[in-house]
């Protein structure tokens, strides 16, 4: 049973940081695809930021070099570093994984990232 659980979101003022973490278990975070992906209100939920089996890692146009996703193989966890942060980066932030032989993922509960002016 695959099981993502997120967390570290908040407030935080504009030009600040947060780490939001995602701890997996049931699928490796080394060896599958995993990424962030977030969801505003009323809109479509996004790609953010993914490690992709086997290839690169790759970023939305709007993270603009302010985010970086990492990996802990030890402690099968993912992570998003956020920085200079902006009110429209305000959203509920899902982890996600698929494994290599699944043609569909699964997501984390979404933890909550509000940016203030």
């Known amino acids: 049973q695959v099981q993502l659980v997120e967390s570290g979101g908040g407030l935080v003022q504009a030009g600040g940081s947060l780490r939001l973490s995602c701890t997996a278990s049931g699928i490796s975070v080394s060896t599958n695809t995993i990424g962030w992906y977030r969801q505003a209100p009323g809109k479509q939920r996004h790609l953010v930021a993914q490690i992709p089996d086997g290839g690169s890692t790759n970023y939305a146009d709007f993270v603009e070099g302010r985010f970086t996703i990492s990996r802990d193989h030890a402690k099968n966890t993912v992570y998003l570093q956020m920085n200079s942060l902006k009110p429209e980066d305000t959203a509920v932030y899902y982890c996600?994984?698929?494994?290599?032989?699944?043609?569909?993922?699964?997501w984390g509960q979404g933890t909550q990232v509000t940016v203030s002016s």
């Open positions: 996600y994984g698929r494994r290599s032989w699944e043609r569909s993922g699964y």
